[in-house]
Each structure stands twice: as C-alpha cells, then as structure tokens.
C-alpha cells in the first residue's frame, strides 16, 4: 500500500501563486509515476500534469503549460505542483495519485491522496 498526503492548497487572487505537496509513504517503490489531477464542482476529474520517480520526465496539459511545474524530491518521497499565474478557471480540488504507468488517465493510477482544495479569486 501507498499512501499519500497532499498539502498546499487555500484561496488565492487570480495571477498568484500556490505550490502543492504531495507527500508518498508506503511501498513507494511499487510505483513509478505521479500525477496531479483536478475537480471542480460538477465536473469530472481531468488530468494536471505527472511525472516519472526516476527520470522526472513530465508531461502536463495544455491549459497549465507554462503556469505550472511538478516535480520532486526522491529523498522526501514528495511530489510538487508549483502553480503561478492562477486563474479563476484553475479552481478545483486538486488530487495527487500514484500507479505504475506514466499516464495521464485517472483510472490508471492505483492510490490517490485525499484532495486538497484550491479557490482562485477574480
């Protein structure tokens, strides 16, 4: 079993900045990617950005591109999402997860974190 802690999340103006963590604990070495998902209210949940552990190869979608930037650090066991230049339209709980594919399809991810909220402000 994996566990996992995100923290980070609260209410900003639009253009601010928040930077999530998402610490791992568990059998972290079963997994080999981490990905940062979001939902907001009456939406489903849609893929933010991941990461592999050993290569910290990312991918993101287009609409963080340039605004956001996961990474992580191997000895903590703790993945970031650093978020600049927030919008409105970023508001949603914000969901970290582990598996063992380096995807960007929720159901592929075996553990996820309980969610952390973030509100963006006009």
């Known amino acids: 079993q994996v566990q996992l802690v995100e923290s980070g999340g609260g209410l900003v103006q639009a253009g601010g900045s928040l930077m999530l963590s998402c610490a791992a604990s568990?059998?972290?070495?079963?997994?080999?990617?981490m990905g940062w998902f979001r939902q907001a209210p009456g939406k489903e949940r849609e893929f933010v950005a991941a990461?592999?552990?050993?290569?910290?190869?990312?991918m993101y979608t287009d609409s963080v591109k340039g605004r956001f930037t996961i990474s992580v650090d191997n000895a903590k066991s703790t993945v970031y999402l650093q978020m600049n230049s927030l919008k409105p339209e970023d508001t949603a709980v914000y969901y970290c997860?582990?598996?063992?594919?380096?995807?960007?399809?929720?159901?592929?991810?075996?553990?996820w974190g309980q969610g952390t909220q973030v509100t963006v402000s006009s």
């Open positions: 997860a582990a598996g063992q594919v380096f995807t960007e399809i929720p159901g592929k991810y075996v553990y």
């Open positions: 568990g059998r972290t070495f079963s997994t080999y990617a």
């Open positions: 990461i592999i552990w050993s290569s910290g190869t990312t």
